[in-house]
């Protein structure tokens, strides 16, 4: 069974950071890629960011270009985001995803993960 589990979540004053961690099971690690997504408070759920499954190509979304840094271990099967510079508009809960093999969708449409963790909360206090 896929599982993947994230952490690392808290509250942190605004330029602070934080780093989420997101263990995967149940798959064959490195042959997939990983996202990360959030939702804040009346807002859709957002891609933040994607690794593929050799960490090569990684894409963010605009607003967190040059402060988060997406990673990924496959000997320890876990995918990090590390997250700097933090704006009280990066609060939300962070998840991340399997992305579906083979499937033609951009990077950041939810379409194409078909697994997800259960959140970790992100508060960024003014």
């Known amino acids: 069974e896929v599982q993947l589990v994230e952490s690392g979540g808290g509250l942190v004053q605004a330029g602070g950071s934080l780093r989420l961690s997101c263990a995967a099971s149940?798959?064959?690690?490195?042959?997939?890629?990983i996202g990360w997504f959030r939702q804040a408070p009346g807002k859709e759920r957002e891609g933040v960011s994607v690794s593929d499954s050799s960490d090569v190509n990684t894409f963010y979304a605009n607003s967190v270009k040059g402060r988060f840094t997406i990673s990924r271990d496959n000997v320890k099967n876990t995918v990090y985001l590390q997250m700097n510079s933090l704006k009280p508009e990066d609060t939300a809960v962070y998840y991340c995803?399997?992305?579906?093999?083979?499937?033609?969708?951009?990077?950041?449409?939810?379409?194409?993960?078909?697994?997800w963790g259960h959140g970790t909360q992100v508060t960024v206090s003014s």
């Open positions: 149940g798959f064959t690690f490195d042959d997939y890629g």
């Open positions: 995803a399997l992305r579906h093999p083979h499937i033609q969708a951009p990077w950041y449409a939810e379409v194409g993960y078909n697994y």
